[in-house]
C-alpha cells in the first residue's frame, strides 16, 4: 500500500482512503449507522479480514474496546473510520476519527437529528490536518466516484463535528447554526460550483402577498463551470413526493414553474478554487414557482453527460442510435414553504372580484 507512494504524505493518506473505500461494502445508507452491519459484507472470509484488520490482536464487533485501544467496535462508520486511522498509522501519519453530524439525504431538509449519526477521520498531511470520509466514498461506490480532499468550509455544509475544534476554520459554527445551512454535498463542492450570497437556508419561507397575486417563486444563485457535458438540473417536490416543477422538463404536466436564466456581464464570471483545482464560473440563477400554497423540496443535480453519448446499432438502420448516457448526483436541497395568501383589502386595493359573479 505504501511503497508507490514515495514518502509523500497526500499519496500515502490518499492510497489508505482508496483501499477502505474500494474494500468496504456498505449496503446502503441505513447500514452507515448499525453496529451490526459487517464491514466488507457476508461471509467467513470478510468476517475474518475485519475481526483481524480492527481487532489490533483481539476483539470483534461490538465489543466494545477504546478507540485508541483496538478493538472491532461501534457502528459501521466508526468501524470504516478507524481502520483508516489503523491504516494511516502504519504509514507514520497522524491520524483520528471525528464523529458527529451528517446531512446525507437520510432526513428531509429542515429536519434534525437527535444525536450524532456519523463517523469520519482527519489526517494530517504536511503539517496540516485534511478532513476524509472513506465510508462515505464507499457508499458512492468507491474512490474514484468520490473526492478526497475536501476544504474545511465546503465539507461544513455536509459534517458537524461534536468537537468544534475539528471544524478547522477560525469561527466555529453552531449546531443550530449549522442545521439552517442549505444541505450541499461534497460533489457540489469538488465540481466547481458555489452558492452566491448568503441567503439560502435549509428552510425557505417565501415572502407573503396578497390573494389575487402571483405567488412567490425561490430563485436559487449559483456559480457553475459551463463545461461540455456538465449542467445543473433542478426540480420542486410537494409533500407527497410528486414532482411539480423541474428543468428541464421530463415529464408531462411539470416544466412550466421551472427555468433557468445564466447571468451575463462584468462581474458575472469569476475563478473558483477547490483545493488544488480552479474552475472558471459562471453565475445562474435557477428560477422555480410553485402551484400552490404549501411545503416542497427543491433538489439541484449535477448531471454529467458521457462524451459522444452510447452508440446502438439497430437492424434496418443505416447509422447506429446515440443514447444520452448521463450521471445525476444530488447536490444541494432545501425545504420552501410557501405561505397562504393574506385577504384581500377591498377597501385599499379594490374590487378583486364580483362576488355575485364567482365561478361555480
Known amino acids: 500500500l505504501a511503497e508507490p507512494c514515495g514518502g509523500s504524505h497526500v499519496l500515502l493518506a490518499r492510497a489508505c482512503w482508496s483501499w477502505v473505500a474500494a474494500h468496504a461494502q456498505p449496503a446502503g445508507l441505513r447500514d452507515l449507522w448499525d453496529v451490526e452491519a459487517p464491514l466488507f459484507g457476508r461471509g467467513l ?6 475481526a483481524g484488520l480492527l481487532s489490533g490482536g483481539g476483539g470483534g464487533r461490538g465489543s466494545g474496546k477504546d478507540r485508541d ?50 463517523c469520519w477521520s482527519a489526517v494530517k498531511v504536511n503539517g496540516r490536518w485534511r478532513l476524509v470520509d472513506a465510508g462515505a466514498a464507499a457508499l458512492s461506490g468507491g474512490a474514484p466516484g468520490a473526492p478526497f480532499y475536501v476544504p474545511p468550509a465546503a465539507f461544513l455544509y455536509a459534517y458537524w463535528p461534536l468537537q468544534a475544534q475539528w471544524q478547522l476554520i477560525p469561527e466555529p459554527v453552531s449546531l443550530d447554526a449549522w442545521w439552517d445551512l442549505p444541505e ?32 412567490p417563486r425561490l430563485v436559487l444563485a449559483i456559480a457553475w463551470p459551463h463545461a461540455p457535458g456538465l449542467s445543473l438540473a433542478h426540480s420542486a417536490a410537494n409533500v407527497a413526493g410528486e414532482v411539480v416543477a423541474e428543468w428541464p422538463a421530463r415529464s408531462a404536466g411539470a416544466g412550466a414553474l421551472a427555468f433557468q436564466q445564466p447571468c451575463y456581464g462584468r462581474g458575472c464570471g469569476r475563478v473558483v478554487a477547490y ?73 385599499a386595493r379594490g374590487v378583486l372580484h364580483d362576488a355575485a359573479n364567482a365561478p361555480r
Open 69 to 118: 485501544g483496538g478493538g472491532a467496535f461501534g457502528a459501521w462508520a466508526e468501524r470504516a473510520s478507524w481502520l483508516f486511522v489503523q491504516l494511516a498509522r502504519a504509514c507514520e501519519l497522524e491520524a483520528t476519527m471525528i464523529p458527529g453530524f451528517w446531512k446525507n439525504g437520510g432526513l428531509p431538509p429542515g429536519a434534525r437529528a437527535r444525536t450524532h449519526n456519523h
Open 275 to 347: 483545493g488544488a483545482h480552479t474552475f472558471a464560473v459562471q453565475d445562474s440563477e435557477l428560477h422555480v414557482s410553485f402551484p400552490a400554497p404549501g411545503e416542497y423540496t427543491v433538489t439541484v443535480q449535477l448531471v454529467q453527460a458521457l462524451p459522444g453519448g452510447l452508440p446502438v446499432r439497430v437492424d434496418g438502420l443505416a447509422s447506429p442510435l446515440r443514447l444520452r448516457v448521463v450521471q445525476c448526483d444530488d447536490a444541494l436541497r432545501v425545504r420552501v414553504v410557501v405561505p397562504a395568501p393574506t385577504p384581500h383589502d377591498a377597501a
Open 45 to 50: 472470509h470478510a468476517e475474518a479480514a475485519e
Open 184 to 215: 450541499c454535498s461534497t460533489a457540489f463542492f469538488s465540481r466547481g460550483c458555489q452558492l452566491v450570497g448568503d441567503g439560502l437556508r435549509s428552510v425557505n419561507v417565501l415572502p407573503a402577498y396578497g390573494e389575487g397575486d402571483p405567488l
